[in-house]
């Protein structure tokens, strides 16, 4: 393979083939997409990726999801958890970000992070200005299910009840959930978290890993 | 590419960025390229969080930053487009796991067929016939 170092743009210096550019000798050859070769690799490709994606609906493969920026809206009717950590923090948006407002372009949220949750009809959605983006998934038998899970809401509401509370310890001696707060913030952690007609309002939302059967993904009038 | 048609420079320029085209899979990088990028933006949790979650999080930044090195490694050295491009593909289908759904979807498609057309690529071909008939008229 002759090839030459890196071309750039600018100078426009290219790897010649033998009758590139030759501008009396009629036609120059070009490089082109062979449909055949192409087709080598995008009929695995397209199966395998049938397979994930029918895999992920049926729940048996796990979706990981780190997405935030916009506020969005978790609802779930019941959600069952082991390792519970709960404190407050700050988020910082990007620099000049249009959602900013009059916020400095920071949020006061509370970080709340559960080793092992099971979740009821999860819904989520995002508004998009007119349309919601909307997913649920786990209103079947089979429940969602996630792993480390962490959400920076601004607002939580439900009936909660927890086992082996701890109230009122510094964030970052924090044990059960495996995630540690900034040093001298308020924080509480419990053994296990149940909360019934769960609903957040989040900023920031990483978890580990989502088990979600049923997975709906739809654009819709309405939010959750 | 600048728009400008008017002056010679700018023919120039506009030959120049032809042949630099012709010579590698171009629309093949420049979609995988695209889709690395639009992966990463749909992942805006702050590093910090990322952090918390450890490896796992990480995969979901890793997968799309080497999509978009493979998109512009594939524009930048064509020579060796197969390994790229059977990498791209991989990674492409990886971020449906870790990274978003592949960025709704949108990003794993962009990154899919992008690395199906720079595999299927090949150098030094004879011209369209649409551009035969054009040049001998």
Not at chain 1, 13 to 32: F, H, K, L, N
Not at chain 1, 195 to 208: D, H, K, P, S, V
Request: with cysteine; hydrophobic share 40%; aromatic share 6%.
């Amino acid at each position: 393979m002759a090839s030459s170092p890196d071309a750039t743009a600018s100078n426009g210096s290219t790897p010649e083939t033998p009758e590139s550019g030759s501008a009396a000798g009629g036609q120059d050859r070009r490089g082109r997409v062979r449909l055949r070769r192409a087709a080598v690799m995008a009929i695995p490709a397209t199966a395998v990726a049938a397979g994930l994606m029918i895999a992920t609906a049926q729940g048996a493969l796990g979706v990981q999801f780190a997405i935030s920026g916009m506020p969005f809206t978790v609802t779930a009717t019941e959600l069952n958890g082991t390792g519970f950590e709960q404190f407050g923090g700050l988020d910082n948006m990007a620099e000049d970000s249009p959602n900013a407002g009059d916020t400095g372009g920071q949020v006061l949220i509370v970080t709340s992070a559960i080793k092992n949750a099971t979740l009821d009809h999860l819904c989520q959605s995002v508004d998009l200005g007119g349309t919601n983006l909307l997913i649920t998934a786990g209103s079947g038998s089979d429940k969602v299910q996630a792993t480390d899970l962490t959400t920076d809401s601004t607002e939580l509401s439900g009936n909660a009840s927890f086992n082996n509370i701890e109230i009122g310890n510094d964030a970052s001696t924090l044990t059960k959930a495996g995630v540690q707060g900034p040093k001298g913030v308020f924080s509480q952690q419990a053994d296990t978290v149940r909360i019934a007609n769960l609903r957040q309002t989040n900023y920031a939302t990483t978890a580990g890993v989502f088990k979600l059967p049923g997975l709906k993904l739809r654009f819709s009038d309405q939010g959750c | 590419m600048s728009a400008g048609a008017r002056t010679d420079d700018s023919r120039d320029l506009r030959d120049a960025f032809r042949r630099w085209r012709a010579n590698r899979p171009f629309w093949g990088g420049l979609l995988l390229t695209l889709g690395g990028a639009e992966i990463l933006l749909t992942e805006k949790a702050s590093l910090k969080v990322v952090l918390h979650i450890g490896m796992q999080g990480l995969a979901g930044y890793l997968l799309p930053t080497t999509m978009l090195l493979c998109g512009l490694l594939i524009l930048f050295n064509p020579a060796q487009r197969l390994f790229y491009s059977l990498l791209g593909i991989l990674l492409s289908l990886g971020t449906w796991v870790t990274s978003n759904l592949g960025g709704f979807f949108v990003g794993l498609l962009l990154g899919a067929v992008g690395s199906c057309l720079a595999f299927g690529w090949l150098p030094d071909q004879k011209p369209r016939r649409r551009l035969l008939r054009r040049e001998h008229a």
